[in-house]
């Protein structure tokens, strides 16, 4: 072989390995490739699973707080349900038992203080009644007794009106029958009779 063929041959092999070389670093680079493309899908993935999370946890959270907020005011309504139910309960019998203090008071209003016979019978009577008042104002029942006040059609029920130069115009000026009251609540309004001003007085009734 001459020297000039051997030659060709170290340069057809060099070129041979330089061709190999590239297109190993060809194939390296587009593995590599692959490779930044699995992982950048795999993120992406990832990134979506993560939000779906996310949401689902926000959704539980509100799904929580929207309980929490219907027990608290289930608790609520419960609390002024039976608030209102212990306040109210006597509400029946108070209005059966207001003719039997009505009774009472009527009978001390009449009866004849200077007889002597009845003094014990009457001390009696006021005993019991007051006996009864305190217990029931326990309860939360008050007397409505609005002798002298501007009507309050609220708690008052005006009975008649009537003339009066003593009186300013519509104040009770007479308690018919005093009313009551069961913890703020009206159970029987007063029976009044209510002032209006006398002719020729000069007070402006429309105020």
Known sequence: MSK???????EELQQAQTEAAGAEAAADSAEELTLDELALSRIEELEAALAVSEAKVKEQQDSVLRARADIENMRR??????DKARKFALEKFAGELLPVIDNMERALELADKTDETLKPMLEGVEL????MTDTVEKFGLKAINPMGEAFNPEFHQAMSMQESAEHAPNTV????????????????????MVA???????VDTQA
């Open 173 to 192: 000026m007479m308690v018919l029958q005093k009313g009551y009251e069961l913890n703020g609540r009206v159970v029987r309004p007063a029976m009044v």
């Open 128 to 131: 019991t009644l007051k006996t």
């Open 196 to 202: 209006k001003a006398a002719p020729g007085s000069n």
């Open 77 to 82: 309504r419960t609390e002024q349900e039976i």
């Open 4 to 10: 000039k063929d051997e030659v060709l041959n170290e």
